[in-house]
């Protein structure tokens, strides 16, 4: 009789210890995800519906990272665009005249970073965080990117409602929370 609630009792530990581990497994996994999907004004962070006012394009992708981080999650989006010489000059001239641009780091009442850099340059792309709206960041924001080379206009929009600080540079967050929805070469 002894033997068989030994057994018992090592069959529950078991069991309790392998839930435990998986529970721990699932809760504190971090996740992620891309997704390449048609441009919908609906899709984009933040709320504004940028297809109306995005000119003529030869060609557009748009792609969504999702992170799971426990309980935590981010999302980024990339709309990336391509445009002849000729509109991408009218394109980069238009966005320069109706955004407002951040125009230093921006920081908190502790001197936390909430913005380390306000423009910066990742390969041949130059990368500027706006101002206007409600932003909150580093909770919300966009970011504007151009790439003479190629022509190319790239809005960058982020969302994390429980981020209070960035603490690298902007080129090292954009690889961190937009992965592969910004392939910057």
């Keep these: 009789m002894k033997n068989k609630s030994k057994v018992i009792k090592i069959i529950i530990a078991a ?68 445009y002849t010489a000729d509109n991408y000059s009218k394109e980069k001239e238009k966005i320069n005249s109706e955004y407002t641009f951040l125009p230093a780091p921006d920081y908190n009442e502790y001197e936390d970073s909430l913005i380390t850099q306000n423009a910066f340059f990742m390969n041949d792309w130059e990368i500027k965080v706006t101002q206007f709206g409600d932003y909150e960041y580093p909770k919300l924001f966009r970011m504007i990117g151009f790439n003479d080379n190629k022509n190319e206009i790239v809005y960058l929009d982020f969302r994390d409602g429980d981020l209070d600080c960035i603490s690298t540079s902007m080129q090292e967050f954009i690889d961190d929370y937009f992965g592969s929805s910004f392939k910057y070469n």
């Design 15 to 82: 069991v309790v210890t392998v839930g435990i581990v998986l529970s721990v497994k699932y809760f504190f996994t971090a996740g992620e995800y891309t997704i390449k999907c048609t441009p919908a004004g609906e899709t984009l962070i933040m709320g504004d519906n940028l297809f109306d006012n995005i000119g003529e394009y030869e060609e557009i992708s748009y792609r969504l990272h999702h992170k799971n981080m426990w309980i935590f999650s981010s999302d980024a989006t990339a709309l990336k665009i391509s």
